[in-house]
């Protein structure tokens, strides 16, 4: 895995307070939303799908400012969208 995949990771564990232990489950955007999103409880009294959407806004910024990914659908690979 590359650094900046590892850098990718260790920010959405600091930024949800969650524990990844295995990356290759997460090989897409999707994926690690939905991990985050039933891994953590919402808050402000957000429903289950607000809550995903905060997550996956969450989620995006932090693959722009640790990937330098902007673009992407949640089911690309991220091996696909570093090529």
């Known amino acids: 895995m590359s650094w900046a995949l590892d850098e990718f990771f ?4 600091e930024e949800f307070g969650v524990s990844i232990e295995d990356t290759e489950q997460l ?8 991990f985050v999103a039933s891994a953590t409880a919402s808050q402000d009294g957000m ?10 806004a969450v989620v995006g910024e932090l693959m722009a400012r640790t990937l330098g990914i902007t673009r992407y659908r ?10």
């Not at 260790?10 to 564990?13: C, K, L, N, P």
């Not at 289950?48 to 905060?54: L, V």
């Open 10 to 13: 260790a920010s959405v564990e």
């Open 27 to 34: 090989d897409t955007p999707g994926a690690v939303i939905d």
């Open 74 to 83: 949640e089911e690309w690979r991220f091996v696909d969208l570093k090529a």
């Open 47 to 56: 429903d289950e799908e607000e809550h995903r959407d905060h997550v996956a």
